[in-house]
C-alpha cells in the first residue's frame, strides 16, 4: 500500500516508534528511524518486516531538543530517498513530579522533546508533501493530550500541545491532500511505562506484576496495556486511501481510559 513512499519516526529506536515503524515498512514504505541507544537491531527488525517490499531503511541519530540537529535530519531523509512523505512524530520522554517541585532543565526538555521538535519536523517536511499534493503527519500525542494526571505537568501541556498543533496544521492544509492526526495511547508498556512500573513497585513493596495491575487499574478500565502493534495499525489507516478526509482527529486507543 505504501511502496513508494517515504516515513520518517522520530524516536523509533524504541517502543511505540518501533512498532509504528515496523508496521509502515510491512506496507512498503522506506523508512527513516531515529532515536538513541544502539540503531542496528530495530534497524534489522524494520528491513525484515519490509523485506517482502525491498523496503531501504535509513537512520539519523538527531537530538530532537536540537534545532539543527532537526534540521539535518529533515534534510538527511530528502536526500536518501528524494522526499518525506508520511511524518510520524512519535520522540517522547516523561518526568514526574509535582508542579512546584518540577525541575525546570525538565520541563524545558520535555517540551522541547514532546511538543517543540514537531513544530520544526512539520514546518521543514510540509512545502515538499504540498508540493506533491500527498502527505500525512501523524503524531504520537496521548491520552494525556485529552486529560490530566497529577504530577505530569510538562507531560500533559506538552501532549494538549501536540493536539492543537495537529488541529491547526490540519486545517491550514485541509483543502490538499496532506493531512495531520493524532493518536493517543493509553498504557503502552515501553521502557517509557516501565519506569513508572518499577517507581510504583518500590513505592507500594509489591511485585513488578501487580505494580502493573495498580497502574491499569487506576486508569484503564479494560485493565490491557495497548501495544505498539495496535498502535501501528492505526497508523497504517492514516495513511491509507480510506482516511483521506480524516483531518485533525485526535484519536484514543486507551482502553476507555479517556470515556471516564
Ligand atoms: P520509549 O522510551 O520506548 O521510546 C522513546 C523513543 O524516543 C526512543 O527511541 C528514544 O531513543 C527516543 N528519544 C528520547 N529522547 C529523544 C531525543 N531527545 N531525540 C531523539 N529521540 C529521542 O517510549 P514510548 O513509550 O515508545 O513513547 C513514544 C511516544 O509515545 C512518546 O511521545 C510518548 O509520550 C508516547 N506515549 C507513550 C505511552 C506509553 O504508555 N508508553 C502512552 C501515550 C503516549
Redesign the pocket.
Known amino acids: 500500500m505504501l511502496k513508494g513512499k517515504t516515513a520518517l519516526v ?10 509504528i515503524a515496523i508496521g509502515l515498512a510491512r506496507q512498503g514504505a522506506n523508512i527513516v528511524l ?4 544502539d540503531a542496528e537491531g ?1 534497524r534489522a527488525q524494520v528491513q525484515a518486516a519490509g523485506q517482502h517490499a525491498s523496503v531501504r531503511v535509513a537512520y539519523h ?6 534545532v539543527a ?1 532537526i534540521e539535518d535530519m529533515m534534510a538527511f531523509g530528502a536526500r536518501e530517498f528524494g522526499q518525506v512523505d508520511i511524518l510520524v ?6 518526568h514526574v513530579a509535582n508542579v512546584e517541585d518540577f525541575p525546570v532543565e525538565r520541563w524545558d ?1 520535555v517540551i ?3 511538543l517543540t ?1 514537531a513544530f520544526h519536523t512539520t514546518r521543514l517536511a510540509l512545502p515538499a508533501m504540498k508540493a506533491a499534493n500527498w502527505g500525512r503527519i501523524i503524531n ?5 493530550g485529552l486529560v490530566g494526571s497529577a504530577q505530569k505537568s510538562a ?1 500533559v501541556a506538552a ?1 494538549h500541545g501536540i493536539v492543537g498543533l495537529t488541529k491547526v496544521t490540519a486545517l491550514e492544509n485541509a483543502t490538499t491532500g496532506v493531512t495531520c492526526n493524532a493518536i ?10 516501565q519506569k513508572q512500573v518499577d517507581a510504583k513497585a518500590a513505592a507500594l513493596g509489591v511485585s513488578n506484576e501487580e505494580a502493573k495491575k495498580v497502574l491499569l487499574g487506576e486508569k484503564e478500565p479494560s485493565m490491557q ?2 501495544t ?1 502493534e495496535e498502535l501501528a495499525e492505526l497508523a497504517v489507516f492514516f495513511c491509507s486511501s480510506a482516511a483521506n478526509n480524516v483531518r485533525g482527529v485526535a484519536w484514543n486507543m486507551d482502553g476507555g481510559w479517556a470515556a471516564q
Not at 531515529?34 to 541507544?37: L, P
Not at 541519530?61 to 536540537?66: E, K
Open positions: 522520530t524516536g523509533s529506536t524504541s517502543g511505540i516508534g518501533l512498532g531515529n532515536g538513541f541507544g530495530p541519530g538527531a537530538d530532537m531538543s536540537r540537529d512524530n512519535n520522540a517522547g520522554i516523561q526538555s522541547a522533546i514532546n521538535s504520537v500525542a496521548s491520552v494525556h507531560y501532549k493517543c495511547p493509553g498504557w503502552v508498556l515501553t521502557p517509557l511505562v496495556f495497548t505498539p
